[in-house]
């Protein structure tokens, strides 16, 4: 079975440039999660979705970010208009949650590294 | 506020040396507890997990991990460390919203770079 799939792997860009980066996760899972990872703040929750509903989109760390969820099967991290800080991994992860109970384990993609100059 | 806390930053052993690394966190509730391994350009793969039970969990890679309620600490374990295990080591907590409800929500420590010499 394919993993959770992110694309761009790469993607470098100039300050003011829209950037949008995709996700595609595992079929059957109901639950997504944006990640941003640097040097200096580790792994940082930006959002995450429920049946593809956003549950927490406390982490995100300024209106110039976004994400949607249109279908069980896509979803988007926007970032308009770009700025050099926001330059980091992004990564998306998938799971199977089943609402009260034990968390289900997390399936991360292999990452989006943003560059903005 | 949940917390997790790597003391380590970085650590280095000799190949077939012994591992522990550490893991101390800060939760209100029974935590639900992970460790990730993250290789250089990856994502990040689940080693092993502790939700209830047997405090001594097995994970993959023949990695071990020990729930300690009174110390408040998850350390993960090898006894002897192959060349191939150099990689960032991340442990996590897992959350429940204010509702009670679990979907899965992580939060992660800082994580240790592990160096492996020949």
């Known amino acids: 079975d394919a993993g959770v799939i992110q694309s761009p792997r790469h993607e470098v860009t100039e300050m003011g440039q829209e950037v949008t980066l995709r996700c595609k996760p595992i079929s059957g899972h109901n639950s997504l999660f944006w990640y941003r990872q640097t040097m200096m703040r580790g792994l940082e929750l930006l959002i995450y979705f429920n049946n593809n509903v956003p549950i927490d989109d406390s982490g995100m760390p300024e209106d110039r970010f976004s994400a949607k969820m249109p279908n069980a099967s896509f979803s988007t991290l926007k970032i308009q208009p770009s700025e050099p800080r926001d330059s980091a991994v992004y990564f998306c992860?998938?799971?199977?949650?089943?609402?009260?109970?034990?968390?289900?384990?997390?399936?991360f993609g292999e990452g989006s590294r943003l560059t903005v100059l | 506020a949940q917390s997790v806390t790597q003391p380590d930053i970085h650590i280095t052993v000799s190949e077939g040396a012994s591992l522990e690394l550490r893991c101390n966190y800060s939760?209100?509730?029974?935590?639900?507890l992970f460790w990730y391994v993250q290789s250089p350009g990856q994502g990040l793969q689940l080693l092993l997990k502790?939700?209830?039970?047997?405090?001594l969990v097995q994970g993959i890679k023949g990695f071990e991990a020990e729930f300690k309620r009174s110390q408040s600490s998850f350390n993960l374990r090898k006894p002897s460390v192959h060349w191939s295990d150099a990689a960032e080591y991340f442990c996590a907590v897992g959350l429940a919203n204010a509702g009670g409800t679990s979907y899965g929500k992580l939060t992660f420590g800082q994580g240790t770079i592990l160096t492996v010499h020949p």
């Open positions: 992860a998938s799971s199977v949650s089943a609402g009260r109970g034990t968390p289900g384990e997390l399936f």
């Open positions: 939760y209100g509730a029974t935590p639900y």
């Open positions: 502790y939700f209830s039970g047997d405090t």
